[in-house]
């Protein structure tokens, strides 16, 4: 409702050379009456029954793009229906719907709160349904529908797309198992460079189509330095590469954020493709263009907003990973939860398995955020629940001690004492613990982790603001905290 569906259909209709169609029109040419007389005389169970019987028709017409009412996937036989079907939802946040949506007549926008709960009640339901995820308003039309011909050929399953929107820059992320052989190759027509750590060089570097050089690099954080991005930049050019080249950056976050920084300087920009290869990077690290090196003094304190050309992440990849890792990524998915709250917080809550829709949701929450405020003004800041003292964690430890899901675990149980969510902190700590991951880090330097707290990039003269979570969905960035309820939370992990 609200979202732009039928602006999105006639011009994908017109890439595709395709006709269109809108339910709506239709059920209102068929009854003889507007969508909002059918409402006030028949009543909405009318209007479904009618509803549902147009789209059966319009499915067994030659094929066609339609733009559905804004309702129709709250009948579960439409949903049925729709399976054999390519299915693409345009995500559109509830204020924005509302704001479209309300004074026109529409029968179910006359009431803001039955607006906002129907908004919530649909959400759950638009998500099942979807192969292809789009924000409004939706860019780049032109190149999302060769993507949407590719899937639609294929006639198994195949990943879900994610269309990124950032800044003046779109680009596909694909996400689910097989990606890495089905997905189209994003990036320029020239060769694919991979930059991949030793270990994950040798499980997944030979499955990079078209991949005719490799840069490796040291396992783990400690060789996200500046160092190493001389040795990749140099590499780089003994192999000559040009701006004509892509970077295909296969790994886990460091990989990504390494990788990513060196395209983002070498010949002042080329492409990069992000292939993540764990649960972080593939809910989290991949998408959003953030990338760099860390500094002696502080973690990602040297860096670039680089886009990519696309991501692709194959979560079969993660099978290889060792339950530890696995562990590491469930903190990312917990914040982003945390951040999204409704149905994605439930699922979560709930202990619902680690899926590839799981997976996709927590990527899309992410890139929704990224598109609002690609560098970090404002909203992009709420991406960062956890990550202050997190990062602070980290820079106490020596980057050697804990993963970095582990350390964002427990900076989220100190950032959720900060903010006075007691219960909600009770909550995560559960889910942490029945994850595998740590509530405690015995022996942690307090003053030292609070002082790296000071160095933290969002810092504004002397003072650090803090990403604040009440409950789930509502999170608020740029909040002071007291220096002794800090020293508090910090130390409750400490003991």
Same mark, same amino acid.
């Given at each position: 409702?609200?979202?732009? +569906?039928?602006?999105?259909?006639?011009?994908?209709?017109?890439?595709?050379?395709?006709?269109?169609?809108?339910?709506?029109?239709?059920?209102?040419?068929?009854?003889?009456?507007?969508?909002?007389?059918?409402?006030?005389?028949?009543?909405?169970?009318?209007?479904?029954?009618?509803?549902?019987?147009?789209?059966?028709?319009?499915?067994?017409?030659?094929?066609?793009?339609?733009?559905?009412?804004?309702?129709?996937?709250?009948?579960?036989?439409?949903?049925?229906?729709?399976?054999?079907?390519?299915?693409?939802?345009?995500?559109?946040?509830?204020?924005?719907?509302?704001?479209?949506?309300?004074?026109?007549?529409?029968?179910?926008?006359?009431?803001?709160?039955?607006?906002?709960?129907?908004?919530?009640?649909?959400?759950?339901?638009?998500?099942?349904?979807?192969?292809?995820?789009?924000?409004?308003?939706?860019?780049?039309?032109?190149?999302?529908?060769?993507?949407?011909?590719?899937?639609?050929?294929?006639?198994?399953?195949?990943?879900?797309?994610?269309?990124?929107?950032?800044?003046?820059?779109?680009?596909?992320?694909?996400?689910?198992?097989?990606?890495?052989?089905?997905?189209?190759?994003?990036?320029?027509?020239?060769?694919?460079?991979?930059?991949?750590?030793?270990?994950?060089?040798?499980?997944?570097?030979?499955?990079?189509?078209?991949?005719?050089?490799?840069?490796?690099?040291?396992?783990?954080?400690?060789?996200?330095?500046?160092?190493?991005?001389?040795?990749?930049?140099?590499?780089?050019?003994?192999?000559?590469?040009?701006?004509?080249?892509?970077?295909?950056?296969?790994?886990?976050?460091?990989?990504?954020?390494?990788?990513?920084?060196?395209?983002?300087?070498?010949?002042?920009?080329?492409?990069?493709?992000?292939?993540?290869?764990?649960?972080?990077?593939?809910?989290?690290?991949?998408?959003?263009?953030?990338?760099?090196?860390?500094?002696?003094?502080? +973690?990602?304190?040297?860096?670039?907003?680089?886009?990519?050309?696309?991501?692709?992440?194959?979560?079969?990849?993660?099978?290889?990973?060792?339950?530890?890792?696995?562990?590491?990524?469930?903190?990312?998915?917990? +914040?982003?939860?945390?951040?999204?709250?409704?149905?994605?917080?439930?699922?979560?809550?709930?202990?619902?398995?680690?899926?590839?829709?799981?997976?996709?949701?927590?990527?899309?929450?992410?890139?929704?955020?990224?598109?609002?405020?690609?560098?970090?003004?404002?909203?992009?800041?709420?991406?960062?629940?956890?990550?202050?003292?997190?990062?602070?964690?980290?820079?106490?430890?020596?980057?050697?001690?804990?993963?970095?899901?582990?350390?964002?675990?427990?900076?989220?149980?100190?950032?959720?004492?900060?903010?006075?969510?007691?219960?909600?902190?009770?909550?995560?700590?559960?889910?942490?613990?029945?994850?595998?991951?740590?509530?405690?880090?015995?022996?942690?330097?307090?003053?030292?982790?609070?002082?790296?707290?000071?160095?933290?990039? +969002?810092?504004?003269?002397?003072?650090?603001?803090?990403?604040?979570?009440?409950?789930?969905?509502?999170?608020?960035?740029?909040?002071?905290?007291?220096?002794?309820?800090?020293?508090?939370?910090?130390?409750?992990?400490?003991?």
């Amino acid at each position: 409702m609200g979202a732009g +569906k039928s602006t999105l259909a006639e011009a994908l209709a017109a890439q595709l050379g395709l006709p269109w169609s809108d339910s709506d029109t239709e059920i209102e040419k068929r009854e003889g009456a507007p969508v909002e007389e059918i409402f006030a005389g028949r009543g909405e169970e009318a209007f479904r029954a009618a509803e549902a019987e147009v789209i059966a028709g319009l499915l067994r017409l030659p094929p066609q793009v339609i733009a559905l009412g804004g309702g129709a996937l709250a009948d579960p036989t439409v949903r049925e229906m729709l399976e054999a079907h390519l299915v693409v939802l345009i995500d559109v946040e509830e204020e924005t719907a509302w704001e479209r949506s309300s004074g026109g007549g529409r029968p179910l926008a006359a009431d803001r709160d039955a607006f906002a709960a129907l908004y919530r009640a649909r959400e759950a339901q638009y998500r099942l349904a979807a192969d292809v995820i789009v924000g409004s308003p939706v860019a780049a039309v032109g190149e999302l529908a060769p993507a949407l011909v590719t899937m639609a050929a294929d006639p198994g399953p195949f990943p879900y797309l994610l269309w990124a929107s950032a800044g003046d820059r779109s680009y596909p992320c694909w996400v689910g198992e097989g990606a890495l052989a089905q997905a189209p190759w994003p990036g320029t027509d020239g060769r694919r460079i991979v930059v991949s750590d030793s270990t994950v060089a040798e499980l997944y570097g030979g499955r990079v189509e078209g991949g005719s050089g490799l840069v490796e690099i040291p396992p783990g954080e400690e060789a996200k330095t500046l160092e190493t991005a001389e040795r990749v930049w140099r590499a780089l050019a003994d192999q000559e590469v040009t701006r004509a080249d892509t970077l295909v950056a296969l790994g886990g976050g460091v990989v990504g954020d390494l990788a990513g920084f060196c395209a983002a300087g070498y010949q002042r920009g080329i492409e990069v493709v992000q292939v993540p290869t764990t649960l972080v990077a593939q809910v989290d690290s991949a998408y959003g263009g953030k990338t760099g090196v860390d500094l002696p003094e502080a +973690k990602n304190y040297v860096g670039a907003y680089h886009q990519p050309a696309g991501v692709i992440a194959d979560t079969g990849l993660l099978a290889s990973l060792p339950p530890a890792e696995i562990a590491a990524g469930m903190a990312e998915v917990i +914040k982003t939860g945390l951040i999204a709250g409704g149905s994605l917080w439930a699922r979560i809550a709930a202990g619902e398995p680690i899926d590839d829709r799981m997976i996709r949701d927590c990527a899309w929450t992410k890139i929704a955020v990224v598109a609002s405020d690609e560098r970090d003004g404002g909203r992009r800041q709420v991406l960062n629940l956890g990550h202050t003292v997190g990062h602070a964690i980290e820079t106490a430890t020596g980057y050697s001690q804990l993963r970095h899901g582990e350390a964002i675990g427990l900076g989220l149980l100190a950032e959720l004492r900060c903010a006075g969510s007691g219960a909600l902190r009770d909550e995560v700590s559960a889910l942490l613990e029945q994850s595998g991951l740590p509530v405690t880090l015995p022996g942690l330097d307090v003053d030292a982790v609070i002082a790296a707290t000071r160095l933290d990039k +969002k810092r504004v003269a002397d003072e650090v603001p803090f990403v604040l979570c009440a409950a789930p969905g509502e999170v608020t960035p740029g909040c002071p905290v007291d220096g002794a309820v800090l020293h508090a939370a910090v130390s409750e992990i400490a003991s």
